[in-house]
């Protein structure tokens, strides 16, 4: 079975770094694309960032500047480093990979199950 692990979440302060990753069972390279995701409390979930297949990235203003998005494929993995972080950047953050024929196929969803980012002094 398809399945996608988050690591490295905790608490960190204001202004701290935190690296978050996302491990494939199998090839990362299976997934056209590769997202992280956060839903905070009372929030909607939002899209982060995310990483194509071909390796380009891209991310949300909010935290553009702040947060990478990479991948290494030798390790089948997908990180978010995320800098400079904020109290409003506290939130569970999802791994999810995406599959795909073309654009207006339906895609086939995987989600890891999530790991908790608690940013607090």
């Known amino acids: 079975q398809v399945q996608l692990v988050e690591s490295g979440g905790g608490l960190v302060q204001p202004g701290g770094s935190l690296r978050l990753s996302c491990a494939a069972s199998?090839?990362?390279?299976?997934?056209?694309?590769v997202g992280w995701h956060r839903q905070a409390p009372g929030k909607q979930r939002e899209l982060v960032a995310v990483?194509?297949?071909?390796?380009?990235?891209n991310c949300v203003d909010s935290v553009k500047g702040r947060f990478t998005i990479s991948r290494d494929n030798a390790k089948n993995t997908v990180y978010l480093q995320m800098n400079s972080l904020k109290p409003e950047d506290t939130a569970v953050y999802y791994c999810?990979?995406?599959?795909?024929?073309?654009?207006?196929?339906?895609?086939?969803?995987?989600w890891g199950k999530g790991t908790l980012v608690t940013v607090s002094s």
């Open positions: 999810k990979g995406e599959r795909y024929s073309d654009y207006l196929a339906p895609r086939e969803e995987y």
């Open positions: 199998g090839s990362i390279l299976s997934f056209n694309t």
């Open positions: 990483v194509f297949r071909g390796g380009a990235t």
